[in-house]
């Protein structure tokens, strides 16, 4: 049998086009079976790395660097099993989720291209292969953000779409000037060829690659397109790009960190951190102050992503940070995704898209309201939560370098996120008047939900797996 | 203080506009010589000019991509624009410009077919094909003579998705005996020519998409 | 100085040229020919580097040809997302939050 490798890039690239086929609204089941099929190629996968190593995939039989190569480690196996597990639930989600209508038409394709495009993100090791995975997972998040929207979805996607391009650029750029100074871009060639002096060039190219992976991550300042775009696009759409798309470009910074631009790292180091403070604390302040829910849930995304970025000053042999970023990344996925999709159930049994509209939520939506509780324990950082396993890392790598303000801000930020998932909580126990309306939610909804919170506290207690896992051909 | 933060902001990219020359004077010579390579193994790639070799052969996995980019902005065109199409002008009637539409479509269809076979020896191929094909579509759409697209049915789908679907079918087709987009020496020559006649097609449509699904019929 | 280096630093004003334009600019129609202009400044770079000791080099121009495409299917979807604005709306501009 063929490499997996492959085919988890081939497969949804041809269920995604005959989805289209199908006519718009259509390919659901599709989907499903596909995203079934793909996660069963990514154990695979894991199985192969596990007893073999890392792989790398020669396309065309001409190799690197005339050709284009894909490869993949114990880091690329966690991030595709992490896509096909959340993608596949949030299909049976969003399967349930979309009445038809404008929001839903060609929503199957264009997920469907997102996830070829992430995992042709995590497979790839060309830097001007990973700019064109980066379009198409760029252009497939705006198109999702802005189907069938309003003027202010719209808006929003706007924004998204001018960030995500100038990011693009930036990367563009730096890989012209890459190419420019070494004739290749191939990632296995490059990294013996970038030395502790390299050309003016290659510092710039650098920069422009970090700038432009940043402003895609939303790192704080950059993070302005995403609460519209996130708080503003159908439940499991935010739920997809809060979860998925944003860790997309964070492997990508890490991948390069770690790799051939190892020799620059030590110049940049300290930014992304004391961005990242600022992240953790100001997004947790604005998700505290507002009246909607996604948009809640959006700016925790905006102070859940600062904690990733903590980690750069850290990096160590002993790999402590590298396993605590890592885990934190999957940790947020799972609950992240888990909160929107409890939020797009509440909106619909509600009617609209306010925490106050959360009222008797404890009377007719305990299971969902238990999978929100459970996705907050995650954020907050609670035992045995895969998020507690990923911030009690992240505190003992600090702790272990004498970096006593990193632990305090990760602490801070565990109690900015009780008090914003406790505002939901609590106005979820109130009793709501007999009349009120309620509107029924189908059942797959909630129990999508649940899965994916479960999946997120019961991390903790396989988190071990994942470290083992990422020691594989581990970057450092 | 908006205005200071403006000019800040042109200073730095004026500032970065001369960092970057400063550093392309500074470049070394560069290590590896793909030229080389891509010369050495011409022979092996089935078409006669380099670019086109790179294109579909060496880098092809590249062109695969790109295409599905193409294929997703027209999606995401058609999930945001309504299904009766967004208001436009007509050229209501304008005789003259009618009649140079329709003389010019046949010639830009021959001009189109002209590039794609030119792309085998020359800068040609596909995509410039493709992109002459809608370009002809779009100035008939203007000069009125064809009426705007407006929600795509399954014969168009198939049209719209159906060079890309080659490609992926080559692709895949290729893992039975090899790896992805490994040629058979002696086909890569027919499978090429194959996937580019589908792709003139295609990108065509897609690309006339991209400006015809905009306006849909007033009624 | 040869061509190619001229073409390389003519792409880097250009593309610092697209970058504040889509940073500073409030139309919408203008933004996204800034962001064309900014693109083509880093084609021309790319082209412009590999050629510069005047030899000819195809997966530059291979690799170029891609980002055209794909800045078309952008270009297009940012058109897309504009008009449609503009026709809910009225507005050629996003407002409100600071638009970076």
């Given at each position: 049998m063929t490499d997996p490798l492959v085919w988890l890039i081939v497969l949804p690239l041809v269920w995604a086009s005959v989805a289209f086929l199908l006519g718009p609204s259509r390919g659901a089941r599709l989907a499903v079976a596909g995203l079934g099929f793909q996660l069963l190629l990514a154990l695979d996968l894991t199985r192969m790395l596990m007893t073999g190593g890392p792989r790398r995939y020669a396309v065309g039989g001409w190799g690197a660097p005339l050709g284009i190569d894909l490869f993949a480690d114990g880091l690329s196996a966690i991030m595709l099993l992490l896509v096909q597990s959340i993608a596949l639930l949030l299909a049976i989600y969003a399967r349930s989720y979309f009445k038809p209508g404008a929001a839903s038409r060609h929503f199957w394709p264009m997920m469907g291209f997102l996830v070829a495009g992430m995992n042709a993100l995590f497979l790839a090791a060309d830097l001007f292969n990973v700019y064109v995975t980066l379009e198409l997972v760029g252009l497939a998040a705006v198109g999702l953000v802005a189907a069938g929207g309003e003027a202010a979805q719209l808006a929003a996607a706007l924004r998204y779409l001018f960030a995500t391009l100038v990011g693009s650029g930036a990367y563009l750029l730096a890989v012209a000037l890459v190419y420019g100074t070494y004739g290749t871009v191939a990632i296995e060639t490059l990294a013996p060829l970038?030395?502790?002096?390299?050309?003016l060039a290659v510092w710039l190219a650098g920069a422009l690659m970090l700038a432009g992976l940043l402003v895609k991550s939303a790192l704080?300042?950059?993070?302005?397109?995403l609460p519209p775009a996130h708080g503003g696009a159908p439940a499991p759409v935010s739920a997809l790009l809060s979860a998925l798309v944003v860790k997309a470009t964070f492997y990508l910074i890490l991948r390069l960190w770690l790799g051939p631009f190892a020799p620059l790292a030590a110049a940049a180091v300290w930014l992304p951190s004391v961005l990242g403070c600022v992240a953790i604390l100001w997004g947790s302040i604005m998700a505290i102050r507002t009246r909607r829910l996604k948009l809640l849930v959006a700016y925790s995304t905006v102070a859940q992503l600062g904690y990733l970025f903590l980690i750069f000053p850290l990096?160590?042999?002993?790999g402590i940070a590298l396993q605590a970023g890592v885990l934190q990344a999957v940790a947020h996925g799972l609950a992240k995704s888990a909160m929107f999709a409890a939020a797009g159930v509440l909106i619909i049994a509600s009617?609209?898209?306010?925490?106050?509209?959360?009222?008797?939520a404890a009377q007719h939506l305990p299971l969902t309201l238990f999978a929100f509780a459970l996705a907050g324990v995650t954020l907050m950082g609670l035992p045995p939560s895969g998020g507690f396993l990923a911030k009690w890392l992240l505190i003992d790598a600090a702790l272990l370098q004498g970096q006593w303000w990193l632990a305090a801000v990760v602490i801070a930020g565990g109690l900015l996120a009780a008090v914003y998932v406790f505002r939901v909580l609590r106005q979820a126990f109130l009793i709501v008047p007999e009349n009120a309306v309620i509107a029924p939610v189908p059942r797959v909804l909630e129990w999508a939900t649940f899965v994916l919170a479960a999946a997120s506290v019961l991390l903790g207690l396989g988190g071990m797996e994942i470290v083992r896992l990422l020691g594989v051909g581990a970057p450092t | 203080m908006r205005r200071l933060g403006r000019v800040g902001m042109a200073l730095v990219a004026g500032l970065f506009a001369l960092t970057l020359i400063v550093a392309l004077f500074e470049l070394p010579e560069?290590?590896?010589?793909?030229a080389d390579e891509v010369a050495a193994n011409m022979p092996a790639s089935?078409?006669?000019h380099p670019v086109t070799a790179v294109l579909?052969?060496?880098?092809g996995y590249d062109t695969l991509l790109e295409i599905a980019v193409l294929l997703l902005a027209l999606l995401a065109t058609l999930a945001v624009v309504?299904?009766?199409g967004l208001p436009m002008t007509e050229a209501d009637g304008e005789p003259v410009l009618q009649t140079v539409a329709q003389i010019a479509a046949p010639l830009i269809v021959l001009a189109a077919f002209y590039l794609l076979w030119a792309g085998a020896h020359r800068p040609g191929g596909a995509f410039q094909a493709g992109a002459v094909l809608a370009a002809g579509a779009v100035l008939l759409r203007l000069a009125g003579v064809v009426p705007g697209w407006v929600r795509p049915g399954s014969r168009l789908r198939a049209g719209l998705a159906g060079g890309f679907l080659v490609f992926l079918a080559v692709a895949a087709g290729l893992l039975v005996g090899?790896?992805?987009?490994?040629?058979?020496e002696d086909a890569a020559g027919v499978l090429i020519l194959l996937i580019e006649a589908s792709l003139t097609f295609s990108l065509g449509l897609i690309l006339a998409g991209l400006f015809l699904f905009h306006s849909g019929d007033r009624t | 100085m040869t061509s190619g280096m001229v073409f390389a630093a003519t792409g880097a004003v250009l593309f610092a040229m697209g970058v504040a334009g889509v940073v500073l600019l409030d139309h919408l129609m203008r933004r996204i020919l800034a962001f064309n202009l900014m693109g083509s400044g880093a084609f021309l770079v790319l082209v412009g580097t590999a050629q510069r000791d005047g030899s000819v080099d195809p997966v530059p121009q291979a690799m170029v040809l891609t980002g055209i495409v794909v800045a078309v299917a952008a270009t297009a979807l940012a058109i897309t997302l504009a008009r449609r604005l503009y026709t809910l709306s009225g507005r050629t501009e996003l407002s409100g939050t600071d638009d970076d």
């Open positions: 970038i030395d502790a002096r390299p050309p704080f300042p950059f993070h302005f397109w990096l160590a042999p002993d009617g609209r898209d306010a925490v106050e509209g959360v009222a008797g | 560069p290590v590896v010589r793909l089935g078409v006669e579909l052969n060496f880098r309504p299904e009766a090899g790896r992805l987009l490994e040629y058979p | -």
